[in-house]
């Protein structure tokens, strides 16, 4: 399968600091890719579309100024958490949707903030 | 509102049987179907895709599908401890870029 990388793996950081995630596919070119939070033993929850050049998509009671998210390339997506606060803490996740609708997820970023 | 249904789990069953997932879909234009798999603590891993009615088969992996009856699963063949984690399914229609993921059933293989 299309391999996507996320980057970095783990971060703790400091409440009200901003925190930036990368989300790359590797060996395609992916012009949507989305956004998941995960909270320990729970679903996964989908934070936001994003378009290759255009602005992202976000779900219901996700804000759109906390997570920001860029998709500067066909093959680059970042989210930032901005202002981080303990309740923030999560495993980030993002996937690259690839050729007709497969989706490939990247390993996850797992977010402490302190 | 499109609905993916699965049974929690724990579904267990001892090493070298056939275990079947189970999942139901209310959409009846959704036209993809997803079997992901998740370790505890990692992200998701696509384990197969189906897209039309009848069987699919990788390795001891066969995915199932059923549109009339609005069912897809995934059966494990020969299942190994290495196999115990949770199974999501996924589905979308053609129209969206979304996946609506069950919340998944965990499988526990016993050795």
């Known amino acids: 399968g299309a391999v996507v990388s996320q980057h970095p793996s783990r971060v703790i950081c400091k409440s009200g600091t901003s925190v930036k995630i990368e989300c790359r596919s590797l060996?395609?070119?992916?012009?949507?890719m989305f956004w998941y939070r995960q909270f320990p033993k729970k679903s996964l929850m989908l934070m936001a579309t994003?378009?290759?050049?255009?602005?992202?998509?976000?779900e219901q009671g996700v804000e759109k100024d906390k997570f920001l998210i860029n998709h500067a390339s066909l093959t680059l997506s970042t989210l930032t958490v901005t202002s981080a606060h303990p309740e923030d803490s999560s495993f980030y996740i993002c996937?690259?949707?690839?050729?007709?609708?497969?989706?490939?997820f990247g390993p996850g970023t797992r977010l402490t903030v302190l | 509102q499109k609905e993916v249904e699965q049974n929690s789990g724990p579904l267990s069953v001892p090493e070298g049987a056939i275990a079947s997932l189970n999942c139901t879909y209310s959409d009846r234009g959704s036209q993809s179907f997803f079997w992901y798999r998740q370790y505890s603590g990692k992200s998701p891993e696509l384990i197969m895709s189906?897209?039309?009615?009848g069987d699919k088969e990788d390795g001891r992996f066969t995915a199932q599908l059923n549109k009339a009856s609005q069912y897809v699963s995934l059966l494990i063949r020969d299942s190994q401890p290495s196999d115990s984690a949770t199974y999501l399914c996924?589905?979308?229609?053609?129209?969206?870029?979304?996946?609506?993921f069950g919340k998944g059933t965990m499988l526990l293989v016993s050795p």
């Open positions: 996937s690259a949707r690839a050729g007709y609708n497969e989706q490939f």
């Open positions: 994003s378009n290759e050049g255009s602005k992202a998509t976000y």
């Open positions: 996924a589905v979308n229609e053609i129209r969206y870029s979304t996946l609506t």
């Open positions: 189906i897209y039309s009615n």
């Open positions: 060996d395609f070119q992916a012009t949507t």
